[in-house]
């Protein structure tokens, strides 16, 4: 605990917004547990308080799940199925069962005993995705614990006065039975961007940061905190002049939001006529109506493994595939939408379908490697795209991708699938848009090879970042190291673009970097006129590209090449920028 002092701390900005306010910690909701032997007459009593306890969250998470979906929707209302099905899992009670039975212990014991089986099956706790699922199997467990020990989980909705909410891990059913007229903002110690905390919070237009390792440990109910969720940044008990900055970043932002979203339907266009698309980056398709009307001009990277994620422990059926692809066309009608195909190997269900758990799942059987692996889940996922396509408004993208072979391999699978549904006598398209990835260097190397296969790139800098100079990018031990202003990323970009100018085929770039009003005009200095990127973050990206020539973005393109490190080119961009940035969008970070 650091007592009064003011301290300042970093983590992932998870839904924008500036928050200031007295901080709510949220404890735990379970307390320690002990082994209780009992007697051999008292187990069958056990038993009974453990399906009595399994059935009472059953109805909590149930009633959860019904407000999520009355608020906001169904695709929010979703993550509560994951908890569902860990609790409706036949081993959790069975496994439990034999625990109290063999050991003539307690309902808690038991319980605790399998579920800290079930945890050492995430082997990164650091990956954002395998530790939003191991949260949710902690999640479940707290509540079943504190079903039998009588109590009642969090109700936010009663809070009278405006709180930010701290909190180790907040559960899906907290965040939807807060009460929005009075808690302002969230801060949370783990999770990540694509966290169920960070789509909730997204949805419901709650600023939060995540990912904020040590906070409970320097935090008090009662502390005063500001929190930016666009930059990740938090003020411990600031002072008042940093408080007052705060505030005045808060108003500016909130001016600025307004003149951004005011200039959304306006095209694109530098001010020497070049056209410039900008698209979204979904997790959902519920969420392509909402992008569109930022300003969207199609959605450029629908993730479809979010759709496996929340069927989870199950596989999505041709059918589950078909509605969501159709429904992602019909929101971003009358653009288009991409749907890169499954992207995921490290997840726990998956483990049990490989049969083993991997040790370094990122660079692992994931992505095409998986698919290609798993025909079978694949033709599923291609089977549910194809009839969805048939109806026209979407194109396909094979993820990771290293060499030709994998998208010859591909590209098999996916015409093997389309003869299969003509011979059922089921409508299959003609043609549809099909692309690639470019997120491994060893892609970037041949892309003039891989482009003659395809109709367009799109450039992944997130993971093309994270490969290219060794650096886990949630590790935040090395973070400082994740450049995407590194002479050699441009280098791997531009060759990228350059390959497919010289084949004829589109390209575009889907990783975080579009999202940047800083690096966005040097993207289109070096040829891209397609950025994807979260919906978000579309106005001020156009905000900026409306403000120069593309004569300007070309100039500033070569000078950054010419430039030796991410530091001088960062730098350059800023001053050649200058106050077309737009203004009030982040706020200082002070040091304590």
């Not at 109805?59 to 019904?66: G, P, T, V």
């Not at 930016?228 to 411990?236: A, F, K, N, T």
């Not at 770039?509 to 005009?521: R, S």
Request: charged residues 25%; contains cysteine.
């Amino acid at each position: 605990m650091t007592g009064n002092r003011a301290a300042t701390l970093r983590g992932i900005g998870a839904s924008p917004g500036i928050a200031i306010g007295q901080v709510l910690v949220l404890e735990s909701s379970s307390g320690p547990i002990f082994r209780v032997p009992v007697a051999p007459d008292q187990v069958p009593g056990e038993i009974t308080r453990l399906r009595q306890a399994l059935s009472e969250c059953k109805r909590q998470i149930e009633e959860a799940r019904e407000r999520a979906f009355r608020e906001a929707g169904e695709g929010y209302a979703r993550v509560f199925d994951a908890h569902l099905l860990i609790l409706e899992d036949p081993s959790l009670l069975r496994d439990t069962l034999e625990i109290i039975r063999r050991d003539r212990v307690n309902a808690e014991w038991g319980l605790r005993e399998v579920v800290a089986r079930y945890l050492k099956l995430f082997p990164g706790r650091d990956d954002s995705i395998l530790g939003d699922r191991a949260t949710d199997v902690e999640d479940v467990h707290a509540r079943i614990q504190l079903a039998l020990s009588g109590g009642h989980p969090h109700d936010l909705s009663e809070l009278q006065d405006d709180v930010i909410v701290v909190s180790r891990a907040l559960a899906p059913s907290d965040l939807v039975l807060l009460n929005r007229n009075h808690v302002i903002g969230l801060a949370i110690e783990e999770g990540g961007p694509t966290s169920h905390t960070a789509i909730i919070a997204n949805a419901l237009s709650v600023p939060a940061v995540v990912g904020l390792k040590g906070l409970l440990s320097v935090v008090r109910s009662g502390d005063l905190l500001a929190l930016d969720g666009r930059s990740g940044s938090v003020e411990l008990r600031p002072g008042l002049e940093v408080l007052e900055e705060c505030r005045r970043a808060a108003a500016q932002e909130r001016e600025t939001d307004r003149n951004l979203l005011a200039e959304r339907n306006l095209p694109t266009v530098t001010s020497d006529g070049l056209r410039i698309r900008l698209l979204a980056n979904l997790e959902l398709p519920e969420e392509a109506g909402a992008a569109v009307k930022l300003g969207a001009e199609g959605v450029g990277l629908y993730r479809s493994e979010f759709l496996f994620l929340h069927r989870a422990p199950d596989l999505p059926t041709e059918e589950d595939h078909r509605k969501a692809y159709r429904a992602l066309a019909e929101g971003a009608s009358p653009h288009g939408a991409v749907v890169r195909t499954l992207d995921l190997g490290g997840e726990k269900y998956f483990h049990r379908i490989l049969e083993r758990g991997e040790g370094n799942p990122v660079m692992g059987l994931r992505a095409i490697r998986f698919c290609l692996h798993r025909r079978d889940i694949f033709r599923t996922q291609l089977r549910g795209f194809l009839r969805a396509a048939a109806e026209g408004g979407l194109a396909l993208m094979f993820p990771m991708i290293c060499d030709l072979d994998e998208l010859i391999q591909a590209k098999q699978v996916l015409e093997e699938t389309r003869r299969e549904l003509r011979g059922e006598g089921l409508p299959v398209p003609e043609e549809f848009p099909l692309g690639v990835m470019i997120e491994v260097p060893a892609a970037a190397a041949i892309a003039d090879l891989l482009a003659r296969e395809v109709d367009f790139f799109s450039i992944g800098t997130n993971d093309l970042i994270q490969y290219a100079l060794a650096i886990d990018r949630g590790n935040p031990s090395v973070a400082y190291l994740y450049r995407p202003l590194h002479p050699a990323i441009l280098r791997l970009v531009k060759g990228v673009i350059d390959a497919a100018r010289s084949a004829g085929i589109r390209v575009g770039l889907c990783g975080e970097m579009a999202a940047d009003p800083l690096c966005a005009p040097l993207l289109v200095g070096m040829g891209l006129t397609e950025l994807s990127m979260g919906p978000a973050a579309i106005p001020a990206v156009k905000h900026v590209l409306r403000s120069l020539s593309a004569a300007e973005a070309r100039e500033w393109a070569r000078e950054a090449m010419g430039l030796s490190c991410s530091e001088e080119i960062q730098e350059m961009l800023r001053r050649r920028l200058g106050s077309r940035l737009p203004s009030g969008l982040t706020w200082p970070v002070h040091s304590g």
